[in-house]
C-alpha cells in the first residue's frame, strides 16, 4: 500500500491554499512556521508532484496544488464531522456550537435568540459570526462553522436549509412623502426608481432587486449603504426610499418623527428566513433544535 497524507498535512495545505501567506496559514493551524513548511514539504515528496509555487514574497497554487487542496478541505471538514458525530452521539445539546448570522439578521434577531438558547440548553456555548452570506457558506463549507442563518432566496443545492418564517419587506420614506401616502404602499416603477440600496454582497439587496423585477443596478444617487443602519440615516436625510426588513421595523431601527414605515399591498416582497448546514452534518439534532428555537424566538418578538 503507498503511504498516505496524514491529516495534519492536508490540514496546512488548506490552510495555506485560502491564506497563501505562510505566517497566516502558521497562525490559522496553531504551529510555527517551519513546522507548516516542513510538513508541506513532505507531503509534496509522499504525492510526487510539486503543490505550490514559492518565493520570498509570494505562494501560489500550482493547478494540481489547487485541486489537492479542494479534496483536502473535504477530507478535513469530514472528520471533523465524524469527530462531532462522536461526541453528540452521548450528548447531542452540549459543546459549542459554531452559529455564522448575515447582518441583515443578526442585531434583529439574535438578542432574543441567545437568551433562550442560554435559558434551554446551558451546557450549549454558542460562538457567533457575523458576515455576509458568501462567506459564511464558505465557512461552513470549509467546517469553521456547524450552521448559519441566511435569508431565502439564495442558492443552497448542496446544504441543508430549513426554512423558518418569512420576512416581509417594509417601505421606508421620509414623513411627507407623497409616495407614502395611505396605509399600504403600492412598490410602482417611480418608487423603484428612487430605491436605496445596500452595496454588493448584502443578499438583501438581491432580495429587493428580484422583488422589485429590477436589474442589477446602482441607485440613481450613485450613493449605496453598507448596513441597514445608514441605509435608514440615508433615508431619514431625503436622499430616497428604501425597503427594509419588518425584523428591523419591529426591533425599532426606522423609529423616527422624520420617517414613515408602511407594509406593502399583498403580493408582499419579502424575504425566508432559514437555517442552513452541510449535508454531512453529524448535528442533526442540534439543527432541528436550534431551528425550533429560533421558531419560538420569532413568535416571542411578535
Known amino acids: 500500500?503507498?503511504?498516505?497524507?496524514?491529516?495534519?498535512?492536508?490540514?496546512?495545505?488548506?490552510?495555506?491554499?485560502?491564506?497563501?501567506?505562510?505566517?497566516?496559514?502558521?497562525?490559522?493551524?496553531?504551529?510555527?512556521?517551519?513546522?507548516?513548511?516542513?510538513?508541506?514539504?513532505?507531503?509534496?515528496?509522499?504525492?510526487g508532484t510539486q503543490l505550490l509555487e514559492r518565493d520570498r514574497q509570494t505562494v501560489l497554487m500550482t493547478p494540481i496544488g489547487a485541486e489537492v487542496a479542494e479534496r483536502a478541505r473535504t477530507i478535513v471538514t469530514a472528520t471533523m464531522d465524524l469527530a462531532d458525530h462522536a461526541a453528540a452521539a452521548q450528548e447531542p445539546m452540549t459543546g459549542l456550537l459554531r452559529l455564522g448570522v448575515i447582518p441583515t439578521i443578526a442585531p434583529f434577531l439574535l438578542p432574543?435568540?441567545?437568551?433562550?438558547?442560554?435559558?434551554?440548553?446551558?451546557?450549549?456555548?454558542?460562538?457567533?459570526r457575523e458576515d455576509l452570506?458568501?462567506?459564511?457558506?464558505?465557512?461552513?463549507?470549509?467546517?469553521?462553522?456547524?450552521?448559519?442563518?441566511?435569508?431565502l432566496p439564495y442558492?443552497?443545492?448542496?446544504?441543508?436549509?430549513?426554512?423558518?418564517?418569512?420576512?416581509?419587506l417594509w417601505v421606508i420614506g421620509r414623513k411627507g412623502d407623497p409616495e407614502m401616502d395611505g396605509e399600504k404602499i403600492t412598490v410602482t416603477q417611480s418608487?423603484?426608481?428612487?430605491?436605496?440600496?445596500?452595496?454588493?454582497?448584502?443578499?438583501?439587496?438581491?432580495?429587493?432587486?428580484?422583488?422589485?423585477?429590477?436589474?442589477?443596478?446602482?441607485?440613481?444617487s450613485g450613493m449605496e449603504a453598507t448596513s441597514l443602519l445608514t441605509l435608514v440615516q440615508m433615508i431619514e436625510s431625503g436622499l430616497g426610499v428604501g425597503l427594509v426588513p419588518e425584523m428591523a421595523v419591529a426591533?425599532?431601527?426606522?423609529?423616527?418623527?422624520?420617517?414613515?414605515?408602511?407594509?406593502?399591498?399583498?403580493?408582499?416582497?419579502?424575504?425566508t428566513i432559514a437555517l442552513v448546514a452541510r449535508r454531512s452534518t453529524s448535528r442533526l439534532?442540534?439543527?432541528?433544535?436550534?431551528?425550533?428555537?429560533?421558531r419560538s424566538t420569532k413568535l416571542e418578538i411578535d
Do not use: W
Request: one cysteine or more; glycine letters at 4%.
Open 1 to 47: 500500500m503507498n503511504p498516505t497524507p496524514t491529516l495534519k498535512q492536508l490540514q496546512y495545505l488548506v490552510a495555506l491554499s485560502e491564506q497563501l501567506n505562510f505566517t497566516r496559514a502558521a497562525e490559522s493551524c496553531f504551529v510555527t512556521q517551519s513546522t507548516l513548511s516542513a510538513g508541506l514539504k513532505q507531503l509534496e515528496r509522499l504525492l
Open 112 to 128: 432574543q435568540c441567545v437568551r433562550l438558547l442560554h435559558d434551554r440548553y446551558p451546557d450549549l456555548r454558542l460562538a457567533l
Open 133 to 151: 452570506t458568501a462567506n459564511l457558506l464558505s465557512r461552513m463549507e470549509d467546517g469553521q462553522l456547524d450552521f448559519a442563518l441566511i435569508a
Open 155 to 168: 442558492e443552497t443545492a448542496k446544504l441543508l436549509v430549513e426554512p423558518l418564517f418569512d420576512d416581509d
Open 191 to 220: 418608487l423603484t426608481d428612487r430605491l436605496l440600496l445596500l452595496e454588493e454582497g448584502h443578499c438583501l439587496r438581491d432580495h429587493i432587486l428580484y422583488a422589485c423585477k429590477a436589474s442589477n443596478r446602482g441607485t440613481s
Open 251 to 271: 426591533s425599532g431601527l426606522t423609529k423616527s418623527p422624520n420617517l414613515v414605515s408602511r407594509p406593502t399591498v399583498k403580493p408582499s416582497p419579502k424575504r
Open 285 to 294: 439534532t442540534v439543527f432541528r433544535s436550534v431551528a425550533d428555537l429560533i
